[in-house]
Each structure stands twice: as structure tokens, then as C-alpha cells.
């Protein structure tokens, strides 16, 4: 279980202002301004935007919300 969190914590995490995603094995980044998620709608609108993505797991997801959530402040 810890190895599967540091593994996302890896995929997932805050650098500054911005929340970073890797996705799949190459270094393709996706990057999520924290004051685009500093709202309760603007966290809902990419948490929707980001499930839409074959690649994005239920594990992915609840780790964005964390960090993005903790991020923005909501």
C-alpha cells in the first residue's frame, strides 16, 4: 500500500503554483494552475476535465483532489 502512495505522490504532486501530473511512461506533463482549482467549481471542472482521460485511475483521481484541494485551499 505505501509503495502504491509513493508511487503516486510521484505521478501527483504541487510544485509552487502549479499541480503537476506525469502521465504514462514518457515525461508528458500535464500541469493544473492552483487558482484554476482554488474554488469549489474550478476543482470540480478539472476533476471532470481529468476523468475524461483513459489514463487517469480512481487512484490518480483521489490523489488530484487531495493535492489540488489542499493546494487552492477548498
Given at each position: 500500500m505505501a509503495e502504491k502512495e509513493t508511487e503516486l505522490s510521484?505521478?501527483?504532486g504541487r510544485e509552487v503554483n502549479d499541480i503537476l501530473i506525469k502521465?504514462?511512461?514518457t515525461?508528458?506533463?500535464k500541469?493544473?494552475?492552483v487558482a484554476d482549482a482554488s474554488c469549489p467549481e474550478g476543482?470540480?471542472?478539472?476533476?471532470?476535465?481529468l476523468?475524461?482521460?483513459s489514463?487517469?485511475?480512481?487512484?490518480?483521481?483521489?490523489?488530484f483532489?487531495?493535492?489540488?484541494?489542499?493546494?487552492?485551499?477548498?
Open positions: 510521484e505521478r501527483i502521465v504514462g511512461v515525461p508528458v506533463r500541469v493544473v494552475l476543482l470540480l471542472r478539472w476533476t471532470y476535465e476523468t475524461r482521460n489514463w487517469m485511475t480512481d487512484a490518480m483521481e483521489r490523489r483532489l487531495n493535492v489540488a484541494s489542499d493546494a487552492g485551499g477548498v
